[in-house]
C-alpha cells in the first residue's frame, strides 16, 4: 500500500509540474511585441488640408556641373481649414526602391526652384524654407509650395513621399513592456502623424522623364 501510494503522490507531482511548464511556455508564446502606433482614423487634433500634384522630372544647367543634372519635385497648396491659426513647419523625404530616405531641398540650386515656378506657371509658388511659418486659417490663406530631390537614380521604380506637419497628433513609441523607447541621446522617441504618398513609374533608365508617373493608395502613419 506504501507503495501504490508514493507511486500515486509522484505521478500527481509530474502531471503538476507538467501543468506548470506548459503555462510558463504559453505565457512566453504569448507574449508579442508592443504594437506600433498607428493614427487615429478621424482627427482628434488640428489637421491641415493638403493638395498636391502627381511628381514631376525636370533637367536643368546648373553651376559647378559639367553635364545638366536632373531633379524630382512636388508640388502642393496647402490650406489651413482648422480652428485657429497653425505654424506649419513641413519636412518632405523621398523613400527609393533600394530603401534610401533622402530629405528634399537639401543644396538644390535657386535656378532650380525659379525653372520650376516658371514652369508650373504659379506666381505665388513659396520655396523651403521661405513656405514655413504661420499659416492663417481660410482657402484665401493658402500657400502654395514645392519639395525638390536631386534624381536619386535614372529607374525611380517605386517610391514613396513623406510628408511631415499636417497634423498635431503625436504618439510615443514604446517596448513590449510599455517603457518609452529612447533615442541616443537619452530622450523619448516621439512619432508624428505622417501623409505617405505612394508611386510607381513604370518604365526603365533608357528615356528617364518620359514614363508615367502613377499614383498608388496614400495612407497616413506614425514615424
Not at 504594437?35 to 522630372?57: A, H, I, M, N, V
Not at 528634399?104 to 514655413?132: C, G, M
Request: proline share 9%; with cysteine; glycine share 6%.
Amino acid at each position: 500500500m506504501k507503495h501504490s501510494t508514493s507511486r500515486f503522490f509522484t505521478f500527481v507531482l509530474i502531471l503538476v509540474c507538467s501543468a506548470a511548464g506548459n503555462l510558463a511556455f504559453a505565457q512566453r508564446s504569448t507574449t508579442q511585441p508592443a504594437p506600433y502606433p498607428t493614427p487615429s482614423p478621424y482627427p482628434k487634433t488640428w489637421e491641415l488640408k493638403f493638395d498636391y500634384g502627381t511628381p514631376k522630372r525636370i533637367v536643368m544647367d546648373v553651376p559647378g556641373t559639367s553635364v545638366p543634372q536632373a531633379y524630382w519635385y512636388l508640388t502642393y497648396t496647402v490650406t489651413n481649414n482648422s480652428d485657429k491659426e497653425q505654424m506649419f513647419l513641413p519636412m518632405f523625404e523621398l523613400l527609393t526602391r533600394d530603401g534610401r530616405v533622402i530629405r528634399s531641398d537639401r543644396n538644390i540650386p535657386r535656378r532650380v526652384f525659379d525653372a520650376i515656378k516658371t514652369r508650373e506657371k504659379k506666381p505665388l509658388l513659396e520655396s523651403f524654407p521661405n513656405i514655413e511659418g504661420q499659416l492663417r486659417l481660410g482657402e484665401d490663406q493658402a500657400k502654395d509650395g514645392v519639395a525638390i530631390w536631386p534624381e536619386p537614380e535614372a529607374r525611380m521604380g517605386e517610391f514613396s513621399i513623406f510628408v511631415t506637419g499636417l497634423s498635431g497628433e503625436t504618439a510615443m513609441l514604446k517596448d513590449s513592456a510599455g517603457e518609452p523607447v529612447k533615442n541616443a541621446e537619452g530622450n523619448p522617441v516621439i512619432l508624428r502623424k505622417t501623409l505617405q504618398l505612394n508611386f510607381i513609374v513604370r518604365g526603365d533608365e533608357v528615356y528617364p522623364g518620359e514614363d508615367l508617373v502613377a499614383e498608388k493608395p496614400k495612407e497616413w502613419v506614425m514615424r
